[in-house]
């Protein structure tokens, strides 16, 4: 299988960090945008880390394969007496 696409998170930063960059670099200009520019910096970073941490189903499914592997392995089915 070929890896994650890293097109996605690239396109999503190059949308995002404009918006970051511009309320950052409002808050220094008037202090009462700070409050707005966190809560902005904050909701781009929480949306990187969801997106970064919800795999793809083909990749969710494999780890809930790779789990169940061994203990179906040791349940006696046959065909799986070799492994360890």
Known sequence: MASAKPG???ILAAVLAPLVIVA???ATQWS???CSAG??????????VIARMSPPAWIENW????????????TGIPGL???P
Do not use: E, K
Not at 39 to 48: D, E, H, S, Y
Not at 63 to 74: E, F, K, M, R
């Open 24 to 26: 950052n670099l409002a």
């Open 39 to 48: 809560l902005v910096t904050g909701m781009v970073v929480a949306m990187f």
């Open 8 to 10: 996605r998170f690239l």
């Open 32 to 34: 009462s945008l700070r």
């Open 81 to 83: 007496a070799h492994l």
């Open 63 to 74: 780890q809930d394969g790779a789990i169940g592997w061994p203990d179906s392995a040791q």
